[in-house]
């Protein structure tokens, strides 16, 4: 992964070659609390080891006994699906990956209505074991298994933690179940049982992913200057601290959109805390160049944007054409469109002022995933160090998921009291 700050040097707002060097003081006391975390295993810096720690063959084990299945359909939410999700959408395969990542009904019917379920692996994810709307879904998919004739206890793999309903589930019907890491939030767990079953079960190479990730391990070093992804977490800070309170993150690549989900989820959980943060925004190149970036170059100078892009891929050729003024696209291809139009929108967006990032990747491959992801995760670590927020929890999220289970009999939470609070002022 290669990171490129450039653009962010002398924007609106932006930085100085002497911030940086300011900067690069505290990162070395930040990666010194990073690499104390790693060695002692504590909560969430364990997240880091996993490319050494997370064991390709007990996953590969636990998906054997399913064959080659047509479809896997992971029934999982947040960090229990975002991470498959970004390696099954980069990387193609003939299996198909699912995800039932949320209780809308009509889109639960229209996906089990279109799957066969004979043929397809249910991989349910839960890292506490008691997600409302993962084990609705679970025991939605289950009843649905049953009426197709299908043994559902032949065809689910559970992967979560020591304890919880789906614990519970796993032991009572000796269902093949992996172990989410100890020490490893949802959203840092891409690179572990978590991300990497469906990973297999697709036939991807595992190792290739981990291998990746131990890349971005040994780039991480005490300055900003020799470490990808600490240039990213401390100019995206440093940016932040100066008003660039959204980070509009578009990579140029269909194959990435869901890595840019992904990443809202980690920079959104991570680092709002404490009135701070930096608001992720969803974009893709090129179609929002006709969109959302308008807002970008002209709008409020209060965003960077990370452009995203592999420097490799394959291509399409654009056929000659005697139409009136298009000869300029016949010949050409289409790959080499869409990097004129990242060019031409990272000039555009430095041109008005407005900070922006590169980031690259050879190609999108299992290796090269494994590294940006990784990568993105080290730098949030950073970034959380530098504003000193507390990385690892959610409490804000959490507050909802009690008010929810309040609300449907699920226990006694004080915060389901707070719905009858709300304000009306109606327009009919
Ligand atoms: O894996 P689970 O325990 O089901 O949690 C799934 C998601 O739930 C919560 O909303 C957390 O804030 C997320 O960080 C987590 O990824």
């Not at 289950?142 to 589930?169: F, H, P």
Request: negative net charge.
């Amino acid at each position: 992964m290669d990171v490129d700050i450039g653009n962010a040097l002398e924007t609106r707002p932006g930085l100085t070659e002497e911030t940086l060097d300011r900067l690069d003081d505290r990162v070395a006391d930040a990666h010194d609390r990073i690499a104390r975390g790693m060695a002692d295993d504590e909560f969430g810096y364990a997240s880091l080891n996993l490319p050494e720690t997370a064991d390709p063959a007990a996953i590969r084990a636990a998906v054997e006994p399913f064959g080659e299945p047509e479809a896997v359909l992971t029934v999982g939410i947040g960090g229990s699906a975002l991470g498959a999700a970004t390696l099954a959408d980069a990387l193609e395969s003939d299996v198909d990956a699912h995800f039932l990542d949320n209780v809308d009904p009509d889109a639960v019917d229209a996906l089990l209505a279109d799957l066969s379920l004979a043929d397809t692996v249910v991989n349910v994810v839960s890292r506490s074991g008691t997600t409302a709307e993962t084990l609705a879904n679970f025991l939605v998919v289950r009843d649905a298994m049953d009426d197709a004739g299908v043994d559902w206890t032949e065809r689910t793999l559970v992967t979560t933690g020591e304890e919880g309903n789906l614990r519970q589930l796993a032991e009572t019907h000796d269902l093949p179940a992996l172990d989410v890491p100890e020490g490893v939030p949802g959203r840092f767990s891409a690179l572990s049982t978590v991300g990497l079953a469906v990973t297999a079960l697709q036939g991807h190479d595992v190792e290739a992913v981990l291998a990746g990730g131990r890349d971005g391990m040994d780039a991480l070093s005490g300055s900003l200057y020799e470490s990808p992804a600490y240039a990213y977490g401390a100019t995206t800070y440093a940016l932040a601290e100066r008003g660039a309170l959204t980070n509009a993150f578009m990579p140029y690549s269909e194959s990435l959109e869901t890595f840019a989900e992904w990443f809202a989820q980690l920079w959104a959980e991570s680092l709002g805390k404490d009135g701070l943060g930096q608001t992720p925004a969803r974009a893709l190149g090129a179609t929002d160049q006709h969109s959302q970036l308008q807002l970008y170059r002209a709008g409020p100078a209060d965003k960077l944007v990370t452009l995203v892009r592999p420097t490799e891929r394959a291509d399409a050729p654009i056929p000659e054409t005697d139409l009136e003024g298009l000869s300029y696209l016949g010949g050409s291809s289409l790959g080499d469109l869409l990097d004129a139009e990242f060019a031409a929108t990272e000039a555009s967006l430095a041109a008005a002022d407005v900070p922006n990032v590169r980031v690259e990747i050879d190609r999108v491959d299992e290796r090269a995933l494994g590294e940006l992801l990784f990568g993105m995760e080290a730098a949030c670590v950073l970034y959380g160090e530098l504003a000193s927020v507390s990385t690892f929890t959610q409490p804000a999220v959490e507050w909802g998921k009690k008010a929810a289970r309040g609300l449907l009999g699920g226990g006694d939470f004080p915060e389901a009291e707070a719905v009858a609070d709300k304000r009306e002022f109606r327009i009919d």
